[in-house]
């Protein structure tokens, strides 16, 4: 059973920072894409980032480049998000995803993924 657990989340102040953790298990994790995506009340899903063992690339929505990091350790089947400079608009619930097999980032971004987590509340205060 594929299962994706995510944590880190909390409440910070505008221009602070916060690492989410991804654990996955049932899934080989040298075979996959995982994302974030993030929602917050009243706006539409947005795909916040990407790591795929396709092309080992990542994808970063323009509104995060430079600020937010996406990595993975296969050994802990953990891919993390690290958030820095963080702003009030960044306040939404993150949830991660994964596709399985070789897929680029665009596939799971446009929301083709397999598995999603139930999601961690990121909660930044001006």
């Known amino acids: 059973e594929v299962q994706l657990v995510e944590s880190g989340g909390g409440l910070v102040q505008a221009g602070g920072s916060l690492r989410l953790s991804c654990a996955a298990s049932g899934f080989a994790f040298d075979d996959y894409a995982v994302g974030w995506f993030r929602q917050a009340p009243g706006k539409e899903r947005e795909g916040v980032s990407c790591i795929t063992s396709y092309d080992t690339s990542t994808y970063y929505v323009d509104s995060v480049k430079g600020r937010f990091t996406i990595s993975s350790d296969n050994a802990k089947n953990t891919v993390y998000l690290q958030m820095n400079t963080l702003k009030t608009e960044d306040t939404a619930l993150y949830y991660c995803?994964?596709?399985?097999?070789?897929?680029?980032?665009?596939?799971?971004?446009?929301?083709?993924?397999?598995?999603r987590g139930q999601g961690t509340q990121v909660t930044v205060s001006s």
């Open positions: 995803a994964a596709a399985l097999g070789h897929l680029p980032c665009a596939v799971l971004v446009g929301g083709g993924y397999d598995y």
